[in-house]
């Protein structure tokens, strides 16, 4: 089974960075496609980013492009978001996502919170 782990949450101030991590456990396909959403109080969980951990193309959602980025340390096992410039409307509970299924996943970054393995999720506050 796969065990997924965030860590990193914090409250910031707003224009501030933070990096989440995500350290994974049991995992059994070598390639797996990886990504975060978020929930905030009130609202739908939101996909933020998706991408192939055998690379590819990563796609971002509208609201986080040119400030958050995926990466991974294979060695580690952990994935990695590291988010810049960081608003209010960044505040949400964060959650990583995994899934070995590639056809029709890795490209659709709604579809990140729908994936077979999450994890606890992260908080992450933003102050103005």
């Known amino acids: 089974q796969v065990h997924l782990v965030e860590s990193g949450g914090a409250s910031v101030q707003a224009g501030g960075s933070l990096r989440l991590s995500c350290a994974a456990s049991?995992?059994?396909?070598?390639?797996?496609?990886v990504g975060w959403f978020r929930q905030a109080p009130g609202k739908e969980r939101e996909g933020v980013v998706v991408?192939?951990?055998?690379?590819?193309?990563?796609v971002y959602a509208d609201p986080v492009k040119g400030r958050f980025t995926i990466s991974q340390d294979n060695a580690l096992n952990t994935l990695y978001l590291q988010m810049n410039s960081l608003r209010p409307d960044d505040t949400a509970m964060y959650y990583c996502?995994?899934?070995?299924?590639?056809?029709?996943?890795?490209?659709?970054?709604?579809?990140?919170?729908?994936?077979?393995?999450r994890g606890q999720g992260t908080q992450v506050t933003v102050s103005s």
């Open positions: 996502a995994a899934d070995p299924e590639k056809f029709g996943r890795c490209t659709v970054v709604a579809g990140v919170k729908d994936f077979r393995y």
């Open positions: 991408g192939w951990t055998g690379g590819g193309r990563t």
């Open positions: 049991g995992l059994t396909h070598n390639d797996y496609c």
